[in-house]
């Protein structure tokens, strides 16, 4: 399922449309409203680029089904024998199992939902784990 931002945006708006009048009923100040909205929509944009960047990682994995006609890693150690960066491998390998777990049904296409289902844990937590995996892989970039 493709990521439609025009559609979420919509959602999105609409959503917060309708928490902001129930606030404004319980009597909220607006600025504290407003400040909500603010924080709410930075969440809302980091999600969004963590779709769309899910998104563009599941292509290329995809593609990599495609080749090897089966999955890409069956478990945790053949998902960690097929990458070739080796400051990448030492960065997952000092990862908690759990995380890898989580990565590894990514890499099968499971949202963060169903993996949420799988593995008995909150939706939040996935998004935390990946989340806090990608950015390690961020920084491991940024030191080159």
């Known amino acids: 399922m493709t990521y439609n931002k025009t559609s979420e945006e919509r959602k999105w708006n609409y959503w917060k449309e309708q928490e902001e009048k129930k606030l ?7 600025e504290k409203i407003q400040k909500l909205r603010q924080m709410d929509r930075e969440d809302f944009l980091e999600e969004r680029r963590y ?3 899910l998104g563009e990682t599941m292509q290329d994995m995809d593609s990599i089904k495609e080749k090897d ?3 890409f890693a069956r478990d945790v150690k053949e998902l960690l024998d097929h990458i070739g960066d080796k400051r990448i491998y030492e960065l997952l ?3 908690e199992h759990q995380t890898l777990e989580i990565l590894l049904l990514s890499t ?12 008995g844990m909150a939706e939040q937590t996935i998004y ?8 390690k892989l961020k920084n491991l970039s940024k030191i080159e």
């Open 51 to 53: 779709r769309e960047h």
């Open 69 to 71: 006609s089966e999955l």
């Open 24 to 30: 404004r009923e319980l009597g909220m100040e607006e």
């Open 128 to 135: 935390t784990k990946r989340n806090r995996l990608r950015k």
């Open 93 to 95: 390998k000092e990862t």
């Open 108 to 119: 099968w296409g499971y949202s963060g939902r169903e993996v949420a289902k799988i593995m």
